[in-house]
Structure formats: C-alpha cells, structure tokens
C-alpha cells in the first residue's frame, strides 16, 4: 500500500492506496513542535480503524510547506513504516511543465495540484485550492503550470478581523442565511462566504481569460464544497485532489 501526505500549513492529509484504490484518508493537525514518535503513534491508531497495519505501508509519497515536520515526517517513515518516502519538487516528473520564473520557488502542493488536475480533467484546467491560503493554478491545455495566484484563506481573514479589531468577534465559516447580515456574526459570515464566491467567480474569469474561456475549474481544500455552491464556476469539488496527484506522481517516478 502507498501511504500519501499532504503536509499543510494547517492540517497533515494522508490517504492510503491500494494499488489506484483510495483505501482511507485521515488529518491530523500539523504541529512542529511533535516528535516524530508522537506523530507515529497517531498515524498507527487512526490505520488501525480502517483494518490497516502500519506493517501494510510499503511505500510513501509526501509534499510538504512546512520543512520542519518534512524531516520529522520523513525519519518517521523511515523509522516506524520501513519505507524512504518520494518527496515531491520541481525536479520530479509530472507530466507537467513549470513555466514559473523560479520553478525551485513553487511549492510542491501547488505542482502536485496542477498536476493531478491536469492528468485527472485534461488542460486547460484551473485548480482553486481552499486552504490556509486560497491558492490558484492556471494549467494550459497542452499542460503547462504558468503559475496563479495566492490569496489569505478564509480562516486567516476571519481571525484577521478578529485580531485586528475591538468590536467583531470570532466567527464559524458557514453560509449565512442571506448576503445581507442582520448581525454582526452573520455580516461577518456574508462576507467571508458570499464575499469569497464572488471573488472566485472574477478569478477564474480572468484566469480563463488567460489560458482559454474552456478551462475546467476544480475545487479542492477545506472550504471547497462551502464555496463553491455560491461559486457557479467549477466543474467539480476534489477534496482528495492533492492526495490522489501523490499517487499519480510517485508511479510516474518509480
């Protein structure tokens, strides 16, 4: 079985694949101040609820933003699943090409995105990843990564407001019953949701603008489904996109 890590600023997604089955996926939160044991031991628990040893794991595939727990997870692997992991950059095969100024300079869960997108809904196709940041990736048909753009994700602008104000209150990131909030909580909540819709519809726009009015639009990370039934532009939600770009990429590099 492969074992694939998505290693967010926010969360650690892992799914488990059984040959081109998705077995299982699970997070955990990414923390750098956890020992590799600590994280071993979590990872091991969680398998076991879905009938999965950790003797099961013979392979792995990582991408990571975090380079502390990179390592941590990597001597992990190593340590605890007897496997030395395929950790995703630039220079690994994708199927993709880079067309960043600075290819060393784009992270890897942005690469193995565009890249999943590519192979999963052909180009020219458009990624919006909902995540600490909401990052988008623009993808030529004939499979170019030309880059995008990152923005703060909606957790970061809530806690922003909150931070950065003395009357608005923390809120929970759910659909408000109208765009017209008649509190503080749901004004808040209006324009996160409503505000980010509207957002992403002029993004792909203009990104569509850009590599061709046919491009696919595709919705993955943590708000996806949230904002994307107000956003009437993507073709489908993915939550599992960044995991199921690991196993695609780890076949094509062994």
Known sequence: MLLAIDIGNTNVKLGVFNSQILACSLRVATDPSRLADDYATSIRSILRLHNIQAS???????????????SMFRSMLQKD?????????????????????????????????????????????IVVDFGTAVKFEAVTRDGEHQGGAILPGLRVAADSLFRGSSQLRRVDIVR??????????????????????????????????????????IATGGQAALIAAEAKVFHAVNPDLTIQGLRFIYDLNT
């Open 56 to 70: 099961d794991i013979t392979n792995a595939a990582m991408c990571s933003v975090v380079p502390p727990v990179t």
């Open 81 to 125: 699943f007897h496997c030395d992991p395929l950790i995703v950059s630039a220079e690994v095969r994708t199927r993709t090409s880079i067309g960043y100024e600075n290819p060393m300079q784009l992270g890897a869960d942005r690469i193995v995105a565009a890249a999943a997108a590519y192979h999963l809904y052909g180009g020219p196709v």
């Open 176 to 217: 408000p019953p109208s765009p017209i909030g008649r509190n503080v909580t749901a004004s808040i909540q209006a324009g996160l949701v409503y505000g980010y819709a509207s957002m992403v519809e002029g993004m792909v726009a203009r990104l569509r603008g850009e590599i061709g009015q046919n491009a696919k639009a």
